[in-house]
């Protein structure tokens, strides 16, 4: 089976929701599923879906608990533990766990396709990147 043929018979994903052509920093919401735009390629987000916030090289991970709109969502940070033995290393593996009491915050869309804390900046603060739920210390800082 070809890679198209694999995601127009995938029980969900873009091409079978016939979600319109959208632009970088775009988005639809259909069905409780939420696409945008990155410019390099969609991304399909539900709530449950993970998220990361990236400051500077640091990642923290967050979940997606409500989609309030096709450009704002709401993020709940989640717990997360290191689970090698590399010590002071950039190769690292975490753990993660919904956190019902994390704190929550709301981001909104971009034009550029960032996600930002509403309230900041296009130009300062942290990205946020939903659709995959990630953690990292940088050991160099």
Same mark, same amino acid.
């Given at each position: 089976?070809?890679? &198209?043929?694999? &995601?127009?018979?995938?029980?969900?994903g873009v091409l079978s929701r016939n979600v319109p052509p959208l632009k970088r920093g775009e988005s639809y919401l259909s069905d409780g599923v939420l696409t945008y735009s990155t410019g390099r390629g969609l991304v399909d987000v539900i709530e449950g879906t993970g998220a990361t916030m990236s400051v500077g090289s640091d990642r923290y991970?967050?979940?997606?608990?409500k989609i309030l709109s096709p450009k704002r969502v709401v993020l709940q940070a989640d717990d997360y533990k290191r689970t090698d033995s590399n010590g002071f290393s950039e190769s690292q593996q975490y753990d993660f766990r919904r956190d019902?009491?994390?704190a929550q915050t709301i981001v909104? &869309? /971009?034009k550029d396709g960032s996600w930002r /804390?509403?309230?900041e900046s296009l130009h300062g603060g942290s990205r946020y990147h939903l659709g995959h739920r990630t953690a990292y210390s940088d050991p160099s800082f």
């Open positions: 089976m070809s890679e &198209l043929e694999a &995601l127009v018979s995938a029980p969900s991970p967050f979940t997606v608990v019902d009491t994390g909104s &869309l /971009r /804390r509403v309230g």
